[in-house]
């Protein structure tokens, strides 16, 4: 299984990048995905969760300016990031399982971050 990321690149503070991941070699897309993001010095945070059955959870910081999709049928993977800050400024990798996601609290959990398949990850940078 390989996953790809693509569309990261540098942008103004107020702008939107649009990122893909597709999915080769398996139908993983089908099950529990993630965008994840880590800049320099910091850990890993899950910024969108979605699992098989359509559910998605995101991270506080990034409702209502970050929207996650995936298209089963071209097995691709997306993240829609509009109003861009700096602070989002990281690392994104697409990441995913073979199975469904844990649930926490009946959603996909942000916490759990131990993904059998992961992309190279794609750059993101705000600037201000």
């Known amino acids: 299984v390989k996953l790809m990321e693509s569309g990261g690149g540098s942008v103004r503070a107020g702008g939107s990048l649009k990122l893909a991941c597709e999915g080769f070699?398996?139908?993983?897309?089908?099950?529990?995905m993630a965008w994840v993001r880590q800049a320099p010095g910091s850990e890993r945070e899950a910024v969108a969760v979605l699992d098989g059955d359509g559910s998605i959870n995101y991270a506080d910081s990034v409702k209502g300016r970050f929207t996650a999709s995936k298209d089963t049928t071209k097995n691709t993977l997306s993240l829609q990031m509009d109003a861009l800050k700096p602070e989002v400024s990281a690392m994104y990798y697409c990441?995913?399982?073979?199975?469904?996601?844990?649930?926490?609290?009946?959603?996909?959990?942000?916490?759990?971050?131990?993904?059998?398949?992961w992309g190279q990850g794609t750059q993101v940078t705000v600037s201000s």
């Open positions: 070699g398996s139908t993983v897309i089908r099950k529990c």
């Open positions: 990441a995913g399982d073979r199975w469904g996601c844990t649930l926490i609290n009946g959603r996909p959990s942000l916490v759990h971050l131990d993904y059998s398949y």
